[in-house]
């Protein structure tokens, strides 16, 4: 009974542990199926941790790119606007210069026209006192030419007093009484006029030295001024004095008859533009 005992009990303790056996081998191959399928698992994470790090990256650039395109747009608007603004202001100025310009061309016109208007009444004025001139002129020569020879030249009306009209005797500088009232009729006519000077010139002979000659000369033109501004009260200041002595003879000094005619004073006026 017991060797039969005994070998039921081992039985039974054989059949547990073989089971036991094979358990674990069953857990094992569970193990190593869950590592397996955990390290599957694992490696696509990883591989998808690596595309969306790859994406990332990629997504990171385009944003970098991005953001470098919106600086770059950026600046240019801000160039853009500053351009914009800067010929705003400059066609604020060009316009400014263009009107002011403008003003400056009509006022430079308004004077222009100003100017005109002057020159023209200047010159009408002119013109009024060049006719008067002329026609007080014209009337001298003729009142003066009714006394003696008298002829328009450069220097104004010329009238020579020779010994038709002034007889100088010879070596004299005296005035006689025919000449005195020549010389009043000459007196009383430019007396008329309102504006006139009169140089007054005398000549002498070729008789003696050039020196004597020349004061003689000077003598009988300060004789015939000094009869017209004291006994004509003509006015002085507009009467001069000059002697040639015998350097401008009117004739050949070869008869007594051609030296008188050299023996005279000479008159020269000028008539004034008042």
Same mark, same amino acid.
């Given at each position: 009974?017991?060797?039969?005992?005994?070998?039921?009990?081992?039985?039974?303790?054989?059949?547990?542990?073989?089971?036991?056996?094979?358990?674990?081998?069953?857990?094992?191959?569970?193990?190593?199926?869950?590592?397996?399928?955990?390290?599957?698992? =694992?490696?696509?994470?990883?591989?998808?941790?690596?595309?969306?790090?790859?994406?990332?990256?990629?997504?990171?650039?385009?944003?970098?790119?991005?953001?470098?395109?919106? +600086?770059?747009?950026?600046?240019?608007?801000?160039?853009?606007?500053?351009?914009?603004?800067?010929?705003?202001?400059?066609?604020?100025?060009?316009?400014?210069?263009?009107?002011?310009?403008?003003?400056?061309?009509?006022?430079? +016109?308004?004077?222009?026209?100003?100017?005109?208007?002057?020159?023209?009444?200047?010159?009408?004025?002119?013109? +009024?006192?060049?006719?008067?001139?002329?026609?007080?002129?014209?009337?001298?020569?003729?009142?003066?030419?009714?006394?003696?020879?008298?002829?328009?030249?450069?220097?104004?009306?010329?009238?020579?007093?020779?010994?038709?009209?002034?007889?100088?005797?010879?070596?004299?500088?005296?005035? $006689?009484?025919?000449?005195?009232?020549?010389?009043? $009729?000459?007196?009383?006519?430019?007396?008329?006029?309102?504006?006139?000077?009169?140089?007054?010139?005398?000549?002498?002979?070729?008789? =003696?030295?050039?020196?004597?000659?020349?004061?003689?000369?000077? $003598?009988?033109?300060?004789?015939?001024?000094?009869?017209?501004?004291?006994?004509?009260?003509?006015?002085?200041?507009?009467?001069?004095?000059?002697?040639?002595?015998?350097?401008?003879?009117?004739?050949?000094?070869?008869?007594?008859?051609? $030296?008188?005619?050299?023996?005279?004073?000479?008159?020269?006026?000028?008539?004034?533009?008042?």
């Amino acid at each position: 009974m017991s060797s039969k005992g005994l070998s039921l009990q081992s039985d039974e303790t054989t059949e547990p542990a073989h089971g036991r056996g094979k358990g674990l081998v069953l857990l094992v191959v569970l193990l190593l199926l869950s590592v397996a399928g955990l390290g599957f698992l =694992g490696y696509q994470v990883l591989q998808r941790m690596s595309a969306v790090e790859r994406q990332l990256a990629l997504v990171s650039g385009k944003t970098d790119e991005s953001s470098a395109l919106a +600086r770059q747009a950026m600046e240019r608007a801000v160039a853009a606007d500053a351009a914009a603004r800067a010929a705003a202001e400059g066609r604020q100025v060009a316009e400014a210069q263009t009107a002011e310009a403008r003003q400056q061309a009509d006022a430079a +016109r308004q004077d222009a026209g100003s100017a005109r208007e002057t020159a023209a009444r200047a010159q009408a004025e002119a013109e +009024r006192i060049r006719k008067k001139a002329e026609a007080e002129v014209n009337r001298l020569e003729t009142a003066l030419g009714q006394i003696a020879e008298t002829r328009r030249t450069a220097l104004g009306l010329v009238m020579n007093l020779g010994s038709d009209y002034l007889k100088f005797e010879f070596d004299k500088a005296d005035l $006689r009484p025919e000449d005195k009232e020549l010389l009043s $009729r000459v007196a009383g006519i430019l007396m008329t006029s309102e504006d006139f000077t009169v140089s007054v010139n005398g000549h002498t002979d070729d008789v =003696g030295t050039d020196a004597y000659n020349q004061k003689l000369s000077e $003598r009988r033109a300060e004789s015939v001024k000094n009869w017209l501004t004291t006994k004509e009260s003509l006015d002085g200041s507009r009467m001069t004095t000059k002697g040639w002595g015998e350097t401008k003879p009117v004739a050949p000094n070869d008869t007594d008859a051609n $030296r008188q005619k050299n023996r005279r004073v000479q008159a020269i006026i000028e008539k004034g533009s008042s």
